[in-house]
């Protein structure tokens, strides 16, 4: 079983930036995807990042293609997701999750897709 514990989000006005962190631990896992989802009230969840672990090949959504950067630790047991110029509509509940399966794009990475998640940080941008 796999355990994924994020960290990092909180209350930032406008044009301000958040650093989102998840760590991963628990038994042998070999992830080949490991992304960033966020849910707001009322609304689906959906995939904001990407990373594939072999290779390091990323892909975003893109309402936030240009202000977030997905990266991974080399142990491959971290992730982050550096958020800059945030805006309101970016305010939800950040997860991270990640699946075995390596998908090539943010096509694949959809909530049905992911093997383990973690239980979410806020992030809230007025």
């Known amino acids: 079983h796999v355990q994924l514990v994020e960290s990092g989000g909180g209350s930032v006005q406008a044009a301000g930036s958040l650093r989102l962190s998840c760590t991963a631990s628990?038994?042998?896992?070999?992830?080949?995807?490991m992304g960033w989802f966020r849910q707001a009230p009322g609304k689906e969840r959906e995939a904001v990042a990407s990373i594939s672990t072999d290779g390091g090949s990323t892909d975003y959504a893109g309402s936030v293609g240009g202000r977030f950067t997905i990266s991974q630790g080399t142990a491959k047991d971290m992730l982050w997701l550096q958020m800059n110029n945030l805006k309101p509509e970016d305010t939800a509940m950040y997860y991270c999750?990640?699946?075995?399966?390596?998908?090539?794009?943010?096509?694949?990475?959809?909530?049905?897709?992911?093997?383990?998640w973690g239980k979410g940080t806020q992030v809230t941008v007025s």
């Open positions: 999750a990640v699946s075995r399966i390596h998908y090539a794009d943010l096509d694949g990475v959809v909530p049905g897709n992911m093997d383990y």
């Open positions: 628990g038994s042998a896992f070999s992830a080949s995807c």
